[in-house]
């Protein structure tokens, strides 16, 4: 059971904008800033956003995050069929001591 | 360019042990932190353990506190993971990965390598 909570699925036609929830509490996302990984079929994860809102160099500017409080969303606007893949949220969390992820959401491109 | 190169990943009884190695190029690897994170069958990533640019500082999940050793070798551009006392919970596809400066994040990742601990 993770900590950060995401919903397991989400769905939405090419060109739409979607938007992905990670809740979390005070020793986690209410404490430290937010990642977002996209994770396609059979790779490694992809590191989409840091420090809840900035991309590395290559991410297009499609993706944005943001975070308010104990939770962060990820946005992916003019969906593409290659966003299809897993999304996770990470923190890192003071009461493991450790990095936490989110269950993930897998996202299908209708 | 960065790669990071995972390998060591093998079929082991409970109770057995293991070595995965992550060989680092194209980047000042004494200059970053690295962790382990794995992957279970069908399951989401998990956090496994972390270590500092010099070594010095370990992080380890509850999971595997007291039976993984994260180490590293500034010398050679590795990474390295000991798994002792493997469970069946262990079965995971293992990945390396680079912590970007300052932020828990980790902007590099290596191919994964899979263990698989099972009698």
């Known amino acids: 059971q993770s900590v950060l909570t995401q919903p397991p699925s989400a769905s939405a036609t090419p060109g739409q904008r979607v938007t992905f929830s990670c809740s979390g509490g005070?020793?986690?996302?209410?404490?430290?800033?937010v990642t977002w990984y996209q994770q396609l079929p059979r790779t490694a994860p992809k590191l989409l956003i840091y420090n809840s809102n900035q991309r590395p160099s290559g991410v297009p500017d499609r993706f944005s995050g943001s975070k308010s409080g104990t939770s962060a969303s990820l946005a992916i606007s003019g969906l593409q069929s290659e966003d299809e893949a897993d999304y996770y949220c990470a923190a890192w969390d003071d009461r493991v001591n450790g990095v936490i992820f989110g269950g993930g959401t897998k996202l299908t491109v209708l | 360019e960065v790669q990071l190169l995972d390998s060591g990943g093998d079929l082991k009884h409970p109770g057995g042990s293991l070595r995965l190695s992550c060989e680092a190029s194209g980047f000042t690897f004494s200059s970053y932190a690295m962790i382990w994170v794995r992957q279970a069958p069908g399951e989401g990533l998990e956090w496994v353990s972390g270590i500092s640019e010099s070594g010095t500082s370990t992080y380890y999940a509850n999971s595997v506190k007291g039976r993984f050793t994260i180490s590293r070798d500034n010398y050679k551009n590795t990474l390295s993971l000991q798994l002792n006392s493997l469970r069946s919970e262990d079965t995971a596809v293992y990945y390396c990965a680079r912590r970007v400066p300052t932020y828990w994040a980790f902007d590099y990742w290596g191919q994964g390598t899979l263990v698989t601990v099972s009698s």
């Open positions: 005070s020793s986690n996302i209410g404490s430290y800033s």
